[in-house]
Each structure stands twice: as structure tokens, then as C-alpha cells.
């Protein structure tokens, strides 16, 4: 049997990885035409007590899609979730300082796209 070298090691590492991505890719996508769940979609489904919660955590990049408000393609940053009343703060950093964004559930996944 002939010995790999470090570069065929390497080679097929990536190979293997691209066919597991791949696969996790096609297996989403099967999901959400499943559910019929929007790829804009920025939630997530968590298995929480036995049941899936959708959650939004701190820290999500996130890109503004319309020219309304504070403008087009603008990065946010999420700075908190509040799932009793569904909304969520977002912070756009500007060199005068930090700018907030408070914007209910359905506005965020309208309105918003992941960075």
C-alpha cells in the first residue's frame, strides 16, 4: 500500500469536509421545503423542555434590506431579545456612536438578513 503524503491527506480532509457540507446543505433545504420555511428566515429552532422555541441570540450580524429609516445594507449587531413582547434591539455602530434599532418580531424577519 502505497503512504499518503501530508498534501493527498490534506486533499482528501477537504474532500471529505465539502461532501459533509454538502450533504448538511441539501438536508436544510430539504427541511424548509418541508416546513415551507422562508431561507430569509432569521430564526431558529431550538429543542427547549421537549418542544422547538424559536430564538434570536445577542450577538446575531444582521444587514438591513430597505432604504427605510436608517438606510439600506447597514450592519446591525443584536443587543437584546425580549420574547414576552416579541422585540428585539439592534445597535448600528456610526462614528458619533452607537445607534438603536427596537423593532418588533415579524418587522425584524421583513426587514432584516443575515450578514
Known amino acids: 500500500m502505497k503512504k499518503l503524503t501530508e498534501q493527498e491527506i490534506i486533499r482528501l480532509m477537504k474532500?471529505?469536509?465539502?461532501?459533509?457540507?454538502?450533504?448538511?446543505?441539501?438536508e436544510k433545504e430539504e427541511?424548509?421545503?418541508?416546513?415551507?420555511?422562508?431561507?430569509?428566515?432569521?430564526?431558529?429552532?431550538?429543542?427547549v423542555l421537549g418542544r422547538n422555541?424559536?430564538?434570536?441570540?445577542?450577538?446575531?450580524?444582521?444587514?438591513?434590506?430597505?432604504?427605510?429609516g436608517l438606510g439600506q445594507g447597514l450592519l446591525y449587531t443584536v443587543h437584546s431579545v425580549d420574547s414576552k413582547?416579541?422585540?428585539?434591539?439592534?445597535?448600528?455602530e456610526k462614528e458619533s456612536g452607537a445607534v438603536?434599532?427596537?423593532?418588533?418580531?415579524?418587522d425584524f424577519n421583513k426587514e432584516f438578513e443575515r450578514q
Open 15 to 26: 474532500e471529505e469536509w465539502k461532501a459533509r457540507i454538502h450533504s448538511l446543505l441539501n
Open 53 to 68: 422555541e424559536v430564538v434570536i441570540s445577542p450577538g446575531l450580524k444582521v444587514k438591513s434590506k430597505k432604504g427605510e
Open 100 to 106: 438603536r434599532r427596537v423593532v418588533t418580531w415579524d
Open 85 to 92: 413582547s416579541k422585540k428585539i434591539v439592534l445597535t448600528h
Open 31 to 47: 427541511k424548509e421545503k418541508s416546513t415551507k420555511k422562508s431561507s430569509t428566515d432569521l430564526s431558529v429552532e431550538v429543542p
